[in-house]
């Protein structure tokens, strides 16, 4: 009985800091707090109906992330991204995730695993249309959740993510500021039809340009705007 009680708590615990994390990084990759957005651990903890410890073991896995720096006696703050930030998060992102394209190339996925990256490319198109650029971000974010399920590599997909979430909330802070996405979506269909035919190489190349092309235009809003840091 002692032993169950223990391991409950334990549970609990767990599921706590599960909570604040999930919490805590959601509002950070939606820009719901800005970069340089201060927040004391305190009110975070009363935010979020649950005690300060688990909050701060979910603040210590989000600072081992780069996604906030500790602040003694003042919480955490949200860590902003500079030009030079972000040309090294694309070099690594597009490294990794060509790879992903190129094992799920390699993997010969039948026609129903290719459905969802169809649909999201779809939704990208009509989200344009639309003039709905959030949905748009939306639909992009699951076709490239999607492409590295397809890889079968479960370590490459979980370290492509935590790239991936931090260059989602750069393209999220600047998405006004550029122009319409209108190369993903054939950038998206020329990957998939690369994928469906088995090609590798002509994957990995493929998904290598189109992340390549979305690294320059992020840098040259850096650039243009003269921003330091987002």
């Known amino acids: ?112 695993e290719l459905r969802p990256l169809e649909r999201a490319t779809r939704d990208m198109a009509r989200a344009l249309d639309a003039d709905d650029l959030a949905v748009w971000a939306a639909a992009d974010a699951r076709f490239h959740r999607h492409l590295l399920e397809l890889s079968g590599n479960a370590l490459l997909a979980q370290a492509v993510l935590r790239y ?9 802070f600047t998405l006004r500021l550029r122009p319409r996405p209108l190369a993903s979506t054939r950038e998206h269909q020329a990957l998939v039809e690369r994928i469906r035919a088995g090609d590798a190489a002509g994957a990995h190349a493929a998904n290598r340009a189109h992340r390549e092309r979305a690294s320059r235009e992020l840098v040259e809003i850096f650039e243009r705007f003269q921003l330091h840091q987002i």
């Open 1 to 112: 009985m002692v032993k169950r009680k223990a391991a409950r708590r334990a549970g609990d615990g767990g599921s706590r800091v599960a909570l604040a994390y999930r919490e805590i990084r959601a509002r950070i990759l939606d820009n719901v707090w800005p970069p340089g957005h201060q927040v004391l651990e305190a009110a975070l903890a009363a935010a979020l109906g649950i005690s300060r410890t688990p909050v701060r073991t979910a603040l210590i896995r989000l600072h081992d992330e780069g996604l906030v720096e500790l602040v003694p006696r003042h919480g955490m703050r949200v860590l902003p991204l500079s030009a030079q930030d972000m040309r090294e998060l694309y070099e690594v992102l597009t490294a990794l995730e060509s790879t992903a394209a190129e094992l799920a190339a390699r993997r010969r996925p039948a026609a129903a």
């Open 164 to 172: 991936a979430d931090r260059v989602h909330r750069a393209r999220l």
